[in-house]
């Protein structure tokens, strides 16, 4: 009788998850082969052996890994739809380009993600955003932009030649952003020792000749953009943009305030992330209110229009004839 059940069990569990192992083997399968023939695609950028359906299929195909690693599940779908069409953007102009194109996460990434019994629903559901937006890229002057984006902002984006020195990225310009205010991580106060802080800020800039006895007279913000995000700041002799001590130092944002308090040096940052571009919390807020993901496209990314790839596609191939 034991042996009857046992029997029993092994069957049902290999038909349970039978449909999730072969879901799991397509999928990967599928993404593999399309991203080995966009890169054939791309590396002769005018290879007629290649259908215009097949460029799409590639480009399409990616763009569910690239989204599991750039958003959260969770978020509404305007914004995932949002966030496809940024990810297609900045794929294609990586790949038009020959530089690295976003990354996107392996099958078994996905699958801890999402977690085993929602890895197809969440697979489908993402799919669905990059077939809702299929072919759409942001454009500004008949040009793909450099679709910048980021977690949550200080309550208003910055302009990219503040933070980047972008001075031709038209579209990446100010915009209010008050909803990331309510965002949890809006606000981060850290506290660090003194000989710890200095230490950091020596081995990113050597030339500072900093001191933990007298740090504090060493470091000044000179100059602060609209948005409250540091431009440039003095460490010693050196002077640094608010973007690259954020990146030195493991900063939340380069929105910071720097303090001695008690012996101890305290940070406190606003928001996640450069800035620029893009809130993905802020998006996130727009589509539960309603709105459409062009409707947040466009409000992030100043006179831009919608359009579809396949023509920049095929000007870059005519252009290397």
Do not use: W
Request: proline share 1%; net charge negative.
């Amino acid at each position: 009788m034991k042996k009857k059940i046992k029997t029993f069990l092994y069957i049902a569990a290999v038909m349970i998850l039978l449909p999730v192992v072969v879901t799991m083997l397509f999928h990967q399968e599928d993404f593999q082969n399309k991203k080995k023939t966009g890169e054939a695609l791309f590396e002769g950028a005018t290879d007629k052996d290649f259908s215009e359906k097949e460029v799409n299929e590639d480009i399409e195909g990616e763009l569910v890994a690239i989204l599991a690693r750039e958003i959260a599940i969770s978020s509404n779908k305007e914004a995932i739809k949002a966030q496809a069409v940024i990810a297609r953007t900045n794929l294609v102009a990586a790949k038009l380009a020959g530089s690295e194109p976003p990354q996107g996460l392996h099958t078994s990434e996905m699958m801890k993600l999402f977690k085993e019994q929602s890895f197809t629903k969440c697979y489908e559901y993402l799919a669905s955003c990059v077939q809702e937006t299929a072919g759409e890229v942001l454009v500004k002057d008949k040009k793909l932009i450099e679709a910048d984006y980021f977690a949550v902002s200080a309550g208003a984006t910055r302009n990219a030649a503040d933070a980047f020195g972008k001075k031709g990225a038209a579209c990446l310009q100010r915009v209010e952003s008050k909803q990331d205010i309510e965002s949890e991580d809006f606000l981060r106060v850290e506290f660090l020792e003194k000989e710890k802080f200095a230490k950091t800020c020596m081995e990113a800039y050597p030339d500072a000749d900093l001191t933990a006895d007298t740090l504090m007279d060493q470091i000044e913000v000179k100059e602060r953009d609209e948005s409250g995000y540091v431009n440039t700041m003095r460490l010693g002799e050196v002077t640094v943009t608010g973007e690259e001590f954020r990146v030195a130092a493991g900063l939340q944002s380069a929105c910071f305030t720097i303090k001695e308090v008690e012996g101890q040096i305290r940070i406190v940052t606003k928001g996640i992330g450069s800035g620029v571009g893009l809130s993905q919390y802020g998006a996130n807020a727009m589509a539960e209110e309603g709105a459409s993901y062009e409707e947040i496209l466009k409000k992030y990314y100043t006179g831009v229009s919608i359009d579809h790839y396949e023509d920049y596609i095929n000007a870059a191939a005519d252009t290397d004839n």
